[in-house]
């Protein structure tokens, strides 16, 4: 049974600099004392890049993990040569839809 404090780690999730995770980070996710990674502009270099990062994130993770990213579409892009892009939520809203078909 997990322990209150491991329990309330997942459901923190942390940023960091680099394009590879930390030690520190890949350490409290075998530990399970995070619940995840979220990803920023300092962390992306190409979709090969990001896909390897994710990977070794949740190789290391002790519980299933999350990997969230900075994307929100439009302006906010974090993801942009070699990744799709989304509309901005300015746009989704002038388009009088309140879902996006993917």
């Keep these: 049974m997990a322990l209150l404090a491991e329990k309330i780690g997942q459901l923190m999730m942390v940023g960091f600099e680099g394009h590879s995770p930390p030690p520190h980070v890949l350490e409290w ?13 300092r962390n992306i270099k190409s979709p090969a890049q990001i896909k390897r990062l994710t990977a070794e994130c949740r190789a290391a ?4 993990s999350l990997v969230g990213i900075d994307q929100e579409g439009g302006i906010v892009a974090r993801l942009r ?9 300015m746009a989704l809203g002038a388009g009088g839809r309140l879902t996006v078909e993917i």
Aim: proline share 8%; glycine share 20%; aromatic share 12%.
């Design 29 to 41: 996710l075998a530990s399970g004392q995070i619940g995840g990674v979220y990803l920023f502009a």
């Design 61 to 64: 993770a002790k519980h299933p």
């Design 81 to 89: 040569a070699g990744f799709s892009e989304s509309p901005g939520a």
